[in-house]
C-alpha cells in the first residue's frame, strides 16, 4: 500500500509539473506574440487610420454645412472596416499560455470598444448622443487601452523583458526581448 501511495503521489506529480507552463515557454509566447502579432496589427491599424483621421480633422475644421454627414460616412466606410479588421485579427491569434491569452483579451476588449466609440461617433453625428456621453466613451476606451499596457508591463516585468530600443521602431514601438543580464 506505501508503494502504490508513493507511485500515485509520483504520477500525480510529474503529471502536474509537465503540464505548467515554464517561465521561459511564457516568456517566449509572449515576445512571439507583441513582435509578430501585436506591432504589425498596431502598425497597420496606426497607418490605415492616420489618413482616416486626417480627413476627419479636416472635416471638422471646416465644419462646412452637411459635416455631419460626410463625418458619418468617413466612420461607415474608412474607420470603422480598419477597427474591424483589427479585431479579427487579434482574435485570430492562437495562443497556448493562460497570461499572454489574457492579455490578448484584454487586447479585444479594448478594440471591441473602440469599435463601439466610432459606432458612437455616428450617432453623435446624427444628434442622437451628447458629447458629454461620447466623451465619457472615449475616456473608458483610453482607460482600457492604459489596463492592457499596465498588464504587458506587469508581464514584462515578471519575465524579465524588455523594449529592444538598439533596433529601429515601427510606427513608434520597440520588439520585445530578454533583458541583458
Known amino acids: 500500500m506505501k508503494n502504490f501511495s508513493a507511485l500515485v503521489l509520483t504520477v500525480t506529480s510529474l503529471f502536474f509539473l509537465s503540464s505548467c507552463a515554464s517561465d521561459e515557454e511564457i516568456a517566449d509566447e509572449l515576445i512571439d506574440y507583441y513582435n ?47 477597427v474591424d479588421k483589427v479585431l479579427d485579427r487579434f482574435e485570430s491569434i492562437e495562443l497556448k499560455h493562460r497570461k499572454v491569452k489574457k492579455l490578448n483579451k484584454m487586447q479585444i476588449k479594448a478594440e471591441e470598444h473602440g469599435r463601439d466609440l466610432m459606432t458612437s461617433g455616428i450617432d453623435y453625428f446624427k444628434g442622437d448622443l451628447s ?36 533596433k529601429s521602431s515601427i510606427e513608434g514601438y520597440y520588439e520585445l526581448k530578454r533583458k541583458e543580464e
Open 36 to 82: 509578430n502579432e501585436w506591432i504589425p496589427i498596431h502598425a497597420m491599424k496606426r497607418k490605415e487610420l492616420g489618413t482616416s483621421k486626417e480627413d476627419f480633422r479636416k472635416i471638422m475644421m471646416e465644419l462646412e454645412e452637411g459635416y455631419e454627414k460626410e463625418a458619418i460616412e468617413l466612420h461607415e466606410n474608412d474607420i470603422i472596416p480598419i
Open 131 to 166: 458629447k458629454s456621453e461620447y466623451i465619457q466613451k472615449d475616456n473608458e476606451l483610453k482607460r482600457k487601452y492604459d489596463e492592457v499596457n499596465e498588464y504587458l508591463e506587469k508581464l514584462m516585468e515578471n519575465y524579465n523583458l524588455e523594449y529592444d530600443k538598439t
